[in-house]
């Protein structure tokens, strides 16, 4: 009679350990849970490299890196620039946060190779949504209806676009990408300037749109928090400007070329394929 009372009651111990075990337990779990969301809801800040090269050669150097293209020119650059705006960061379930669209004065950038750092240039996003990212897209170039703000509406970065030169009179609007070099068959002597860029208002006009946007995969999840600012390390392979999908020759009738000719056409698209995500750091 003793041993069993004291065997019950040895069970009955046993069960009650054993609930407040999992209630404690359950407590806690949801505790941190609860905690980890509210110190996370805080946006962060990401970060986006690209590195300008030719993917045989490494970093470009400007003035001194030179390359031969598929159609047999040595061609070098002096100036490289571009414009990238519209920046988007689509998360694992396809939902897009779109980063000051359409309002240059935030949201675009003047990618300049003379300001690269180690051949980085670096540009730096504040106040995203805490998400996992798995693509980012951006506009090469501003978009119509940024440009069709009017100049009130993007004062400061008209401006910067000035100061780079990376803008014509307002009517003609910006210039989206500015290559200037070198080329040539033996040597790479004579000088080239193709500056690509949209003439104003393109339908008004009736001229092409040299806008693009280009999405790119992330190799790995941008885990963006408070704490973690990914950095989005892109690679842009210049090879793609004379032998890209379409193999372009440079000559007089192209060498200095501004606006939106069928040649500068060929060459926007060249250099649309031309980025890839190389790696993510999540740090
Ligand atoms: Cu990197």
Not at 30 to 39: I, L, V
Not at 77 to 101: A, C, H, M, P, Q
Request: proline share 2%.
């Amino acid at each position: 009679m003793k041993f069993k009372k004291s065997k019950q009651m040895k069970i009955y111990k046993y069960i009650s350990l054993f609930f407040v075990t999992v209630l404690s337990f359950t407590l806690s779990s949801c505790r941190s849970s609860d905690d980890n969301e509210a110190k996370d809801t805080s946006p962060g800040n990401l970060q986006i490299k690209f590195e300008n090269g030719f993917n045989n050669l490494g970093n470009i150097v400007l003035g001194q890196t030179i390359q031969t293209s598929t159609n047999g020119q040595k061609h070098n650059f002096s100036t490289l620039k571009y414009i990238v705006s519209n920046i988007t960061l689509i998360d694992e379930n396809g939902g897009e946060f779109k980063y000051n669209y359409n309002n240059p004065d935030k949201g675009a950038f003047i990618v300049d190779q003379a300001e690269a750092v180690g051949g980085i240039i670096y540009i730096n996003l504040t106040g995203i949504p805490k998400n996992n990212y798995k693509k980012v897209r951006f506009g090469l170039g501003i978009n119509q209806n940024a440009y069709l703000l009017g100049q009130d509406g993007q004062g400061i970065f008209w401006q910067k676009a000035k100061t780079a030169g990376m803008a014509w009179s307002w009517a003609a609007g910006y210039v989206f990408v500015k290559l200037e070099g070198k080329y040539g068959t033996g040597t790479a002597d004579t000088n080239f300037m193709n500056h690509c860029g949209n003439m104003g208002d393109v339908s008004a006009n009736n001229t092409p749109d040299l806008y693009r946007e280009i999405t790119l995969d992330l190799p790995t999840t941008a885990r963006l928090t408070q704490n973690i600012r990914p950095s989005v390390h892109i690679l842009a392979d210049l090879n793609q400007y004379l032998s890209g999908q379409t193999a372009l020759t440079l000559s007089k009738s192209n060498e200095s070329a501004m606006g939106s000719n069928q040649h500068l056409v060929n060459v926007t698209n060249n250099l649309t394929r031309m980025f890839k995500v190389d790696h993510v750091h999540n740090d």
